[in-house]
C-alpha cells in the first residue's frame, strides 16, 4: 500500500492551496483518513480527521478555514486550505488507516511522503 501526497505549493498569505492525497495497492477498505504537518524542531500534529462516513475533526488552529473530504470509490483525501496564514508553512503528510491484503488480510497506519506548504507574509 502506497500514499500519494501532492498539492502543496508557495502561496501569499491569504490564498488556498488544495492537497490531494491517494492510496493505491491491494485495498480492500480505507478506514480513518488523516492530514498532519510538521515544521522544523516541531513535533508532527494533527491537523483533520475524517472517517470513512464523513464524520470530520480539526485542530483548532484550522477550524473555520481547511476543509477534510475524501472520495472513497477513489481511495482519495483532499485538505481544502483557505485564508492561509504564514503559521501554516509546513510539511504536510497523509497517514490512513488500511486494510488490505488478498485472501489474507491485515490493518495497518500508512504514510504518505509528504508535501511542502509555504505561506508567503
Known amino acids: 500500500v502506497q500514499l500519494q501526497a501532492s498539492g502543496g505549493g508557495l502561496v501569499q498569505a491569504g490564498g488556498s492551496l488544495r492537497l490531494s492525497c491517494a492510496a493505491s495497492g491491494n485495498i480492500v477498505r480505507v478506514n480513518g483518513m488523516y492530514w498532519y504537518r510538521q515544521t522544523p524542531g516541531k513535533q508532527r500534529e494533527l491537523v483533520a480527521t475524517?472517517?470513512?462516513?464523513?464524520?470530520?475533526n480539526y485542530t483548532d488552529l484550522v477550524k473555520g478555514r481547511f476543509t477534510i473530504s475524501r472520495d472513497n470509490a477513489k481511495n482519495l483525501v483532499y485538505l481544502q486550505m483557505n485564508g492561509l496564514k504564514p503559521e501554516d508553512t509546513a510539511v504536510y503528510y497523509c497517514?490512513?488507516?488500511?486494510?488490505?491484503?488478498?485472501?489474507?488480510?491485515?490493518?495497518?497506519?500508512?504514510w504518505g511522503q509528504g508535501t511542502l506548504v509555504t505561506v508567503s507574509s
Open positions: 475524517i472517517t470513512s462516513g464523513g464524520l470530520t
Open positions: 497517514n490512513a488507516d488500511v486494510v488490505y491484503g488478498r485472501g489474507t488480510y491485515y490493518g495497518s497506519t500508512f
